[in-house]
């Protein structure tokens, strides 16, 4: 009876913090659908409206809204991919070879995880600025082709799940070091290449502070700095910017629903094996 009872309140406490973490979302989609005039009523008004159809239309009119958003699909796309490549590459080197230095190299990678990004805005802009690439879309691809974070959860998913006795006899067999890590190192990180995909892809969608720094073009804008100039300087329509994030969260979820079943089973065995 007593496990019973622990387990009604370990389900009742789960129950509890779903919806104390689904309440934004439900929010969210209640302001999306009724006016601001609506939002502002007290008592709340908890109920959806049917204002989302010409919240939609002035999103629409008040904004490129399709535009930046093929803007972001295709950073976000091109960081993502580009992340997955240089940080799988790097973490299979600095796991599985030898090479002097390897571990100091490493301690520095570590390190600059410590820094907080606002730090690098700077000297990061008047690279940009050097290059030529201010309000161009290469000023958000290049620099995020890369992280510290991928590169150290990599390795440790290399160290684990790769055997040096796999890797020795890969080079008896013939491969060279980019065909040990395409056909052996690859295949053997899936979960971790998943998971850190759709990490890559949900930061780089979401990420607001170096876009709205570096992106003077207006033609070249990402949905959240696009989603920014909502806001009026005489008040904030809260009902069309809430419409706006709706509409901008829908291929997040739409990413997530299809590579769920990876991400999930990534993290969980990165947990387990680090």
Known sequence: MRYRWRGIALHAVLVFALL???????????????????????PPKFTFGSQFDDNVRHVLANIAFFQSMGNTVIVAVSTTLLVLFFDSLAAFTFAKFRFPGRNALFVLLLATMLLPAQLAAVPQFQ?????????????????????????????????????????????????????????????????????LGVFTFVGSWNDYMWPLIVLTNPDHLTLQVALSQLNRSHGVDYSMLMTGALMAMVPLVVVFAIFARQFIKGATEGAVRG
């Not at 992280?147 to 060279?176: K, P």
Request: hydrophobic share 55%; charged share 10%; aromatic share 18%.
């Open 127 to 195: 690279t940009m600025a050097i290059l030529g690439w201010v309000g161009s879309l290469k000023a958000l691809i290049v620099p995020g082709a890369a992280n510290a974070f991928g590169i150290f959860w990599m390795r440790q998913y290399f160290q684990n799940s790769i055997h040096d006795e796999l890797v020795e006899a890969a080079t008896l067999d013939g491969c060279g070091f980019m065909g040990t890590y395409w056909h052996v190192a690859l295949p053997s990180a899936r979960p971790a290449l998943a998971f």
């Open 20 to 42: 104390l973490f689904m309440f934004p979302f439900a929010w969210t989609i209640i302001m999306a659908t009724n006016s601001t005039a609506d939002i502002y009523r007290f």
